[in-house]
């Protein structure tokens, strides 16, 4: 995964007020915490940062007061209605260090002919990776899969350098079969005719 620089302020206000302020400047307002080191409050730039995280898991670089640090983003708070970034947090990782983060699963393939319906259980596995080479996604063959089949942790193939953290029984999806719409009450079922 590559390693995306972004420039770094450090932030010496602090409440609602000068968040504001940041974030009309186009910075969003973040701390950076982990491997035991005080919490570094910052600020980052908002278009840079937004592009960033549309990867992933993303590894990002950033110089804090003359010191390279590598994060990855480990909570992220959006505005509920115009959808730009609150704040952030971002996690200190080392090169060479696992780390635990959560992955999307994708599927691929065409569920048994029926009327089945694929349902996901969880959108995402837990996995432990190496900080440098976290996988964006798992993908799963759902071929042939008929009502009643599910797949669970343990029988999705990880990437090369990446095991699973969470529950390994834990099921991940499911095919469950269509459900007939009962007629409303009122309506008379088709073939039948009211009676007058």
């Known amino acids: 995964m590559a390693e995306i620089k972004l420039a770094t302020e ?46 992933a898991n993303v590894l990002i670089g950033l110089e804090i007061d003359g010191k390279d640090a590598l994060v990855i983003p480990k909570a992220v708070q959006r ?4 959808g730009t970034i609150e704040h ?21 393939g065409d569920l048994a002919p029926g009327a089945n319906l694929l349902e ?21 063959s759902v071929a042939g ?5 599910s797949i669970v942790a343990k029988d999705i193939p990880l990437p090369k350098g990446s095991v699973l953290a969470g529950d390994e029984d834990a099921i991940v999806i499911q ?5 007939a719409e009962e007629p409303a009450a009122g309506e008379a079922a088709e073939g039948e005719t009211a009676e007058a």
Not at 36 to 47: D, K, N, R
């Open 175 to 179: 095919v469950v079969a269509a459900q």
């Open 88 to 108: 952030v947090d971002l996690l200190t990782v080392k090169r060479g260090e696992k780390v635990e983060v959560e992955i999307a699963v994708h599927v691929e």
């Open 145 to 149: 899969l008929d009502a009643g089949d």
């Open 79 to 82: 505005h509920p209605l115009k």
């Open 10 to 55: 450090v932030r010496t206000e602090f409440g609602k007020g000068a968040a504001r302020r940041v974030r009309r400047a186009d910075r969003v307002p973040g701390v950076v915490y982990g491997h035991g080191a005080e919490p570094v409050h910052v600020t980052l730039p908002g278009h840079d940062l937004l592009l960033a995280l549309r990867t």
């Open 120 to 140: 996901f259980v969880q959108n995402t596995l837990l996995v432990e990776a190496e900080a440098t080479h976290i996988p964006e996604s798992v993908t799963v």
